[in-house]
């Protein structure tokens, strides 16, 4: 079956880039997640990369994709504490929008 | 536009006892899912509505869940005796029938604890 990890817990100091790593195992993944998740709310979603692309750039956001190990990322520039949450990566491979995800990496954010 | 909202957004209850959860989805979602979260671990997927249909119920842990969605708009999800291990944060989530990749909007959760 699908498998996404990623690691636990990351510390960064404001003003730093964060970066977040995911590998999945599903070598059928057609689009790759990232949800943010803040204290006491619902699941957000990111950013997605198709699975034919390298990097997807929004803002702050960057994604890299290398299919061929399986492995995503997201970095965050000139991280804030406001970008303090839970961030889980996830993939789908299948219709329907069944969505696999990762254990989530919690970003604290140290001003 | 309300978002997916779930109710209630706490729930303590005792082991060997019933809860209910709820979700409504988006107005005009079809699809509609609900995933779970134990305590440090992944979200996993538990089953996935088409309208009132059940399209794909594989990740149901076991015949004390039970998910329906009668009339196709709101859902709810019955734990019928409620065990220690059920404990963690219910997730809806919907999104539109038809396109390529349309997103899934979550709501807030459910966080059940079973004591």
């Known amino acids: 079956g699908e498998d996404v990890e990623q690691s636990l817990f990351l510390s960064v100091r404001e003003g730093d880039s964060s970066v977040i790593n995911c590998t999945y195992t599903d070598s059928s993944s057609t689009y790759l997640y990232w949800y943010k998740q803040e204290p006491g709310a619902g699941l957000q979603l990111l950013t997605y990369i198709f699975s034919n692309m390298d990097m997807k750039q929004d803002q702050r956001l960057t994604v890299l994709l290398n299919k061929k190990d399986k492995h995503l990322s997201l970095r965050i520039a000139d991280t804030q504490t406001g970008d303090s949450a839970i961030y889980f990566c996830?993939?789908?491979?299948?219709?329907?929008?069944?969505?696999?995800f990762g254990t989530g990496t919690k970003l604290q954010v140290i001003p | 536009e309300a978002g997916v909202t779930q109710f209630p957004s706490h729930s303590v209850i005792e082991k060997g006892q019933t809860v209910t959860l709820r979700c409504d989805p988006i107005s005009g979602h079809d699809n509609l899912y609900w995933y779970r979260r134990v305590m440090g671990k992944e979200i996993k997927f538990l089953l996935h509505f088409v309208k009132e249909s059940k399209q794909d119920e594989s990740g149901m842990p076991n015949n004390r869940f039970l998910a329906e969605r009668t009339g196709g708009t709101y859902s709810t999800l019955k734990v019928q005796p409620a065990e220690l291990e059920d404990s963690g944060v219910y997730f809806c989530a919907s999104s539109q029938l038809t396109g390529v990749n349309t997103e899934a909007f979550f709501g807030q959760g459910t966080r059940l604890t079973v004591v």
């Open positions: 996830a993939e789908r491979s299948g219709g329907y929008q069944k969505v696999t």
